[in-house]
């Protein structure tokens, strides 16, 4: 009879090759309302919790850390970085860098931060070059900043305008970066829609609404919440602000009614339709079938329903979902611009199962259940507001993880939400043993609630680098100083179990 040996090497080797063909994305099923389990312990910096509560474990990664800082009166100060809104990308367009408070740059693999953007606010990634960002300034600059060399050009002026704005806020280039629309302020209250072409630096169109920014605040208008081109560039949508767009309920602009939702040719600013007569926390992306979409929460109530309503008009209002948990207070982002067909929505609210879903842009129902964001959710600061990834196969989120519950905290960190694949799952585990620093450098320090008996190193292949000869005790120090940069993954042997780890060396 023969005896066949199955060494951890080869254990490892095949787990890892398992993973580069692993599955991507949860388990498509109905929407399930799953209440949020017990809110881990608050992951380190760069380290991970695993949610079990879905239908798929979630592997939870925080991301952010906070500052301590002394401010101008020698105070001393902490700020929480953290990524801005659901409509705007984290990712670069190869994943392998994210962007934080619009300025901070970090390695998608080590959460380290390698580069800072200086006079870039605000700040959009490219879509197409991972290693360019775009910002255009309110003084009308257009600049275009290369990372790896940092170089930044500004590659076009826009003139004539008391203030020139992407957005304001909520507003995205199309996915080929080709176009890209611009709300302008006039000194008269007038607001132009400034169509600029990201190919040729050149203003291709501009169109007046009269009266339309208003006298008042200067760093938005006050009659259009936002204004963005489609994802194919084809379509500029504007969506009116509260105040004009309720239902039923319209206001006269020197001759022209404007409410809701409206979409526009791009070419020529031509009006085509009004998709929905109130506008809410929403996205644009594509439906299954190909057609660009506009999904939102339903009208000024919520009403617990998610609605795709198409850009040209057909079939203008499809119901996506309906369950009380989908309430007017989460949000929706369709930056998955390498995963059309899906939005991916949060519900902010603790009663609301504050859970982070992609639903399937069809009449299908389906939706992904990508875990739960465990914030308190009682600041804005604490809002979720969880945004796609371009492949959409991870989620970045903001949360407490339930540390500061009070009204008005400031309390939050950026976390990425992905499906968790064998080796992740096993770092729930990892509540009884601690290693840091992760990422390490030259001595990377394991403690465990058991005695340590062994640990070993493997590289990213499953082959074994080295055993570490350690003391029988709870806590060991092991010296990585020969080890090149990169992931690694160990084996800690206990009194009572045998982990793997993933960790860092810088």
Same mark, same amino acid.
């Given at each position: 009879?023969?005896?066949?040996?199955?060494?951890?090497?080869?254990?490892?080797?095949?787990?890892?090759?398992?993973?580069?063909?692993?599955?991507?994305?949860?388990?498509?099923?109905?929407?399930?309302?799953?209440?949020?389990?017990?809110?881990?312990?608050?992951?380190?910096?760069?380290?991970?919790?695993?949610?079990?509560?879905?239908?798929?474990?979630?592997?939870?990664?925080?991301?952010?850390?906070?500052?301590?800082?002394?401010?101008?009166?020698?105070?001393?100060?902490?700020?929480?970085?953290?990524?801005?809104?659901?409509?705007?990308?984290?990712?670069?367009?190869?994943?392998?860098?994210?962007?934080?408070?619009?300025?901070?740059?970090?390695?998608?693999?080590?959460?380290?931060?390698?580069?800072?953007?200086?006079?870039?606010?605000?700040?959009?990634?490219?879509?197409?070059?991972?290693?360019?960002?775009?910002?255009?300034?309110?003084?009308?600059?257009?600049?275009?900043?290369?990372?790896?060399?940092?170089?930044?050009?500004?590659?076009?002026?826009?003139?004539?305008?008391?203030?020139?704005?992407?957005?304001?806020?909520?507003?995205?280039?199309?996915?080929?970066?080709?176009?890209?629309?611009?709300?302008?302020?006039?000194?008269?209250?007038?607001?132009?829609?400034?169509?600029?072409?990201l190919q040729t630096l050149q203003i291709d169109h501009?169109?007046?609404f009269v009266g339309a920014w208003g006298n008042g605040?200067?760093?938005?208008?006050?009659?259009?919440?936002?204004?963005?081109?489609?994802?194919?560039?084809?379509?500029?949508?504007?969506?009116?602000?509260?105040?004009?767009?309720?239902?039923?309920?319209?206001?006269?602009? +020197? =001759? @022209? !009614?404007?409410? %809701?939702?409206?979409?526009?040719?791009?070419?020529?600013? $031509?009006?085509?339709?009004?998709?929905?007569?109130?506008?809410?926390?929403?996205?644009?992306?594509?439906?299954?079938?190909?057609?660009?979409?506009?999904?939102?929460?339903?009208?000024?109530?919520?009403?617990?329903?998610?609605?795709?309503?198409?850009?040209?008009?057909?079939?203008?209002?499809?119901?996506?979902?309906?369950?009380?948990?989908?309430?007017?207070?989460?949000?929706?982002?369709?930056?998955?611009?390498?995963?059309?067909?899906?939005?991916?929505?949060?519900?902010?609210?603790?009663?609301?199962?504050?859970?982070?879903?992609?639903?399937?842009?069809?009449?299908?129902?389906?939706?992904?259940?990508?875990?739960?964001?465990?914030?308190?959710?009682?600041?804005?600061?604490?809002?979720?507001?969880?945004?796609?990834?371009?492949?959409?196969?991870?989620?970045?989120?903001?949360?407490? +993880? =339930? @540390? !500061?519950?009070? %009204?008005?905290?400031?309390?939050?960190?950026?976390?990425? $939400?992905?499906?968790?694949?064998?080796?992740?799952?096993?770092?729930?585990?990892?509540?009884?043993?601690?290693?840091?620093?992760?990422?390490?450098?030259?001595?990377?320090?394991?403690?465990?609630?058991?005695?340590?008996?062994?640990?070993t190193i493997y590289n990213v292949t499953g082959q074994?680098?080295?055993?570490?000869?350690?003391?029988?005790?709870?806590?060991?120090?092991?010296?990585?100083?020969?080890?090149?940069?990169?992931?690694?993954?160990?084996?800690?042997?206990?009194?009572?179990?045998?982990?793997?780890?993933?960790?860092?060396?810088?």
């Open positions: 009879m023969k005896i066949i040996k199955i060494t951890l090497t080869t254990i490892l080797t095949i787990t890892l090759l398992q993973l580069v063909n692993a599955q991507q994305f949860p388990n498509g099923m109905q929407y399930q309302s799953i209440a949020p389990p017990t809110t881990p312990a608050l992951p380190n910096y760069g380290e991970s919790a695993v949610d079990n509560s879905v239908s798929n474990p979630i592997e939870i990664t925080r991301v952010t850390e906070a500052v301590n800082y002394v401010d101008g009166n020698g105070d001393p100060q902490i700020w929480y970085p953290t990524h801005e809104y659901a409509k705007t990308q984290v990712w670069n367009a190869d994943q392998t860098k994210y962007k934080i408070s619009s300025w901070k740059v970090y390695d998608a693999t080590t959460h380290q931060e390698i580069h800072q953007l200086s006079s870039m606010y605000p700040s959009y990634w490219s879509n197409t070059d991972p290693d360019v960002v775009w910002s255009f300034r309110e003084n009308g600059d257009v600049k275009k900043h290369t990372v790896s060399t940092n170089a930044t050009q500004v590659v076009a002026n826009i003139p004539g305008y008391e203030v020139v704005k992407l957005g304001p806020g909520e507003a995205n280039m199309d996915k080929n970066d080709h176009y890209v629309a611009l709300v302008g302020k006039k000194a008269n209250g007038d607001l132009d829609v400034i169509i600029f072409n501009t169109e007046t605040n200067s760093s938005s208008p006050n009659f259009i919440d936002w204004v963005s081109v489609s994802q194919s560039g084809d379509y500029v949508v504007i969506n009116w602000t509260n105040g004009l767009n309720q239902i039923d309920y319209t206001v006269a602009l +020197f =001759g @022209t !009614d404007h409410y %809701g939702v409206e979409v526009y040719n791009r070419a020529d600013m $031509a009006f085509q339709n009004r998709i929905i007569p109130y506008g809410n926390h929403g996205d644009l992306g594509y439906a299954i079938d190909g057609d660009e979409v506009y999904v939102q929460f339903y009208g000024e109530y919520g009403g617990g329903k998610i609605y795709m309503h198409k850009l040209n008009g057909n079939a203008s209002s499809i119901v996506l979902n309906t369950h009380p948990d989908f309430g007017v207070s989460g949000h929706i982002s369709c930056r998955n611009i390498n995963r059309p067909g899906w939005a991916y929505v949060t519900m902010s609210e603790l009663d609301e199962s504050a859970q982070l879903v992609a639903v399937k842009l069809d009449n299908s129902s389906i939706v992904e259940h990508f875990g739960h964001h465990f914030s308190s959710a009682l600041s804005y600061a604490q809002a979720a507001m969880a945004v796609a990834s371009p492949n959409g196969d991870k989620i970045c989120f903001k949360s407490d +993880f =339930g @540390t !500061d519950p009070v %009204g008005g905290s400031k309390v939050a960190y950026s976390f990425f $939400a992905n499906l968790a694949t064998p080796l992740s799952t096993q770092d729930e585990h990892l509540n009884n043993v601690s290693i840091y620093p992760n990422p390490g450098n030259d001595f990377i320090k394991i403690k465990s609630l058991k005695n340590i008996t062994d640990i074994k680098i080295k055993t570490f000869l350690v003391k029988n005790s709870n806590t060991n120090t092991i010296n990585t100083t020969n080890l090149n940069s990169g992931f690694y993954y160990l084996k800690i042997t206990t009194e009572k179990e045998k982990i793997i780890k993933k960790i860092v060396i810088q």
